[in-house]
């Protein structure tokens, strides 16, 4: 399926289709950077070392945060923003990324809940939830950008 945002007015053209995606692309990854690195950095701090400090490092890597929020954000489009977008449903953009997100989400915590030593089943859950949650609202907000074009 390819990356098309459709309109109700065919006179728009394959310009504004980019436009539109590339707009829920740089909102949704603004909100989402913002938004995890609050929870991340400040809301859950305490939690995560808690549970899994002693399985992180000093500092975190880069370049490897920065290929996952690009990376993750267009996969939030791909499966969740363009899919609702050919609906006009802001709602499928939220229960698609909602989607998107447990099932990402669930790869990385289930894998290490299977393979780590001491890793939380607390962890795993309440990560799944931030997941899920986070990546519905994100692609709700994506949609709505897209829209604003």
């Known amino acids: 399926m390819p990356l098309t945002v459709p309109t109700s007015d065919d006179t728009n053209g394959p310009e504004v289709a980019d436009m539109r995606l ?7 990854l603004a909100i989402f950077v913002v938004v995890d690195f ?7 701090k305490d939690f995560y070392r ?12 880069i370049p490897a945060a920065i ?3 690009l990376i993750y954000v267009a996969g939030i489009v791909v499966f969740a923003v ?7 449903d802001v709602m499928k953009a939220a229960l698609l990324g909602v989607a998107f997100g447990f099932f990402a989400y669930a790869t990385y915590d289930l894998t290490n809940l299977a393979t780590l030593r001491d890793w ?23 949609y709505a950008a897209a829209k604003l074009v």
């Open 50 to 61: 808690a549970s899994i400090g002693h399985l992180m490092g000093d500092s975190f890597n």
């Open 82 to 88: 363009n899919p609702a977008f050919t609906q006009g």
């Open 120 to 142: 939380p089943l607390a962890m795993t859950l309440a990560d799944l939830a931030w997941g899920s949650v986070l990546t519905g609202a994100v692609s709700a907000f994506g």
């Open 38 to 44: 609050v929870w991340l950095g400040f809301v859950m």
């Open 22 to 28: 590339a707009a829920a692309y740089m909102a949704a």
């Open 67 to 69: 290929a996952f929020y």
